[in-house]
């Protein structure tokens, strides 16, 4: 009888729940406002110029992407947050000051309890400003001690197309997982593919001294490679799934960071490299039809616009890639 009544609770609470958000109504019509905020202030000049920089850029989007700058049923409210770099500082093939770039949609609301705005992690598109972790897209392999390649590689997902010089579009066969570089065609290429040779040598010298078992395990296996697969460019994966690395192509690619990407002669406050998710036609589309059904779904699910397929579509890449050049 216990249980029927915690039941009989349970169920009136999930219908009371349903009433309330089936009752809420987003008010669409509502002008808004826009704002920028950097939380990196306080942590000295350079921190306040790269502040203004992400400003610039985010001043960008809302000039340019007509769901932002229409700025009806919501304020879209924009803020600058950053890391804790220490480590990465520390690392050659990394430079200049990073963050993320957060455009949050916070939507015009009524409900039973009257109108109100929604503050609590609302509807957002973000993007990342000069951070080599997020450009790996598959992950770092995180493997090896401080110095070590092991440490500096990560796997990429295949180039899908270029889509403007300073733009490139990668993602898996299944379109979700994607994402788009935006970066200096000007500069050396910043990523670098590694080889075999490199990753194995690697993985030895650091399994010999820390973990024997691995070491006694791969290295019969790295000495049945041949002289060509050793030299040719390293993907990840292996039938024994310890080794993972393997020279015919299969799998994921194994790239590592460019130092010589960077612009030297530019403050590290200049905004160099842009990373942010991106489908193409949207999350597991394939053509404009499927990006069509997709978003009308997101709209009956949730009963506004989904806010990052719209500003996809809008970005005018061969103007954006062009935003940081030479700068």
Request: proline share 4%.
């Amino acid at each position: 009888m216990k249980a029927l009544k915690y039941l009989s609770l349970v169920c009136a609470y999930l219908l009371s729940v349903h009433s309330v958000f089936s009752q809420t109504t987003y008010l669409t019509e509502k002008q808004g406002a826009y704002s920028y905020n950097s939380s990196l202030n306080s942590r000295g000049t350079e921190y306040v110029t790269f502040g203004n920089n992400a400003k610039t850029l985010s001043d960008y989007f809302y000039g340019n992407i007509p769901v932002m700058n229409i700025n009806k049923g919501f304020d879209l409210a924009v803020s600058l947050t950053g890391y804790a770099d220490d480590n990465y500082k520390v690392h050659k093939w990394n430079y200049g000051l990073r963050g993320e770039l957060n455009f949050d949609f916070q939507l015009f609301l009524k409900d039973a309890n009257g109108e109100g705005k929604w503050k609590v992690e609302p509807p957002h598109w973000s993007l990342e400003i000069n951070n080599t972790e997020m450009g790996g897209h598959g992950g770092m392999l995180n493997e090896g001690g401080e110095g070590s390649i092991l440490g500096q590689v990560f796997m990429v997902f295949p180039l899908v197309k270029e889509l403007a010089p300073g733009v490139r579009y990668y993602d898996c066969e299944a379109r979700t997982c994607g994402e788009v570089v935006v970066f200096n065609p000007d500069r050396p290429d910043y990523w670098l593919p590694v080889t075999v040779r490199e990753i194995v040598d690697a993985k030895l010298k650091y399994y010999k001294e820390n973990d024997r078992m691995i070491y006694d395990f791969i290295k019969p296996l790295i000495e049945k490679m041949s002289v060509t697969e050793l030299n040719s460019p390293a993907f990840y994966g292996s039938d024994d799934a310890i080794l993972n690395v393997n020279g015919i192509g299969d799998g994921l690619q194994l790239m590592r960071f460019n130092p010589e990407y960077w612009d030297r002669t530019l403050p590290v406050s200049a905004i160099q490299l842009l990373t942010f998710v991106y489908f193409g036609y949207g999350y597991n589309c394939f053509n404009e039809e499927d990006q069509k059904n997709a978003d009308e779904e997101y709209f009956k699910n949730n009963g506004h616009i989904n806010y990052s397929s719209e500003i996809t579509k809008s970005i005018n890449f061969k103007k954006l890639a062009g935003f940081f050049q030479n700068r």
